[in-house]
């Protein structure tokens, strides 16, 4: 069934989003590691994230009409953008990368409700997902350089890769228009693999940056398996599901050699 559109109007300019985002991304940097200690700055990221997603959807109950109104779970990407950046200021001493995460964050946070309101108002266009799409990947590599990186522990390290895999992963599931329902437990397999597959492949400071790309390869493939198995289509879906599984299957065995030759 189609969506009727509604006026473009009625979505907000992401202007209030983003200046939220660049403030929580500020709070980050007071609360990080270096200042707090890595177990206080976990607790209070948590605490910030889980803020920032109760201030983001209150004001945009405020601001958008009830029939355009997005739904709580578009809020997996602004969240998952908040504790990605915790992670790389926890776990990534390059100034750089931690830039680079910064922005990423106030981005996301400030243009991922534009992009789902587009789409609750009937005006989503291909550019729009593959922009959601971008912003996904923007999240979570960062997430996997922090993850090959020997500064974190392995428990928390595998927790927080584990869990920003899996609120990117939801996101991109409900992208290919799976219901919230179906797509978490695709979503959390995908997270427990990924994360499994960082803790699995250790860290040193040889090879970190290949760590990375070859988990984010993993991540790909996952992803495109789990949305080839939510669709339904069995006939379609065996097609998609050896394509990506390629990906999969060419990770892993990047990853054994990675570790292997460390």
Not at 80 to 92: I, K, Q, R, S, W
């Amino acid at each position: 069934m189609a969506i009727e559109p509604r006026a473009l109007a009625e979505i907000p300019a992401p202007l209030v989003h983003t200046a939220f985002g660049a403030a929580v991304c500020a709070v980050a940097v007071l609360i990080r590691p270096e200042t707090l200690g890595l177990r206080q700055s976990a607790l209070a990221s948590t605490g910030l994230a889980l803020l920032a997603a109760g201030l983001l959807a209150g004001y945009d109950r405020l601001v958008y009409p009830p029939a355009s109104r997005p739904s709580l779970d578009s809020l997996a990407l602004p969240v998952a953008a908040v504790a990605a950046f915790a992670t790389v200021l926890a776990g990534v001493p390059q100034l750089g990368v931690r830039v680079a995460a910064g922005l990423v964050a106030a981005l996301v946070i400030g243009g991922v409700p534009q992009l789902i309101g587009r789409r609750v108002a009937g005006y989503e266009g291909w550019a729009h997902r593959l922009l959601r799409d971008v912003a996904g990947v923007a999240v979570l590599a960062p997430v996997l350089v922090a993850g090959a990186s020997p500064v974190l522990p392995a428990l928390p390290r595998f927790a927080l890769v584990a869990t920003v895999a899996l609120l990117v992963s939801f996101d991109t599931m409900r992208t290919e228009l799976l219901g919230g329902i179906q797509a978490l437990p695709i979503a959390g397999v995908i997270g427990a693999v990924v994360g499994g597959a960082s803790y699995l492949a250790g860290t040193s400071t040889t090879n970190a940056g290949i760590r990375a790309a070859v988990l984010l390869v993993l991540w790909y493939g996952l992803r495109g398996v789990g949305g080839a198995l939510g669709a339904g289509d069995i006939r379609r879906s065996a097609i998609i599901v050896a394509e990506y599984a390629a990906f999969v299957v060419i990770a892993a065995g990047a990853l054994r050699w990675v570790v292997l030759n460390s």
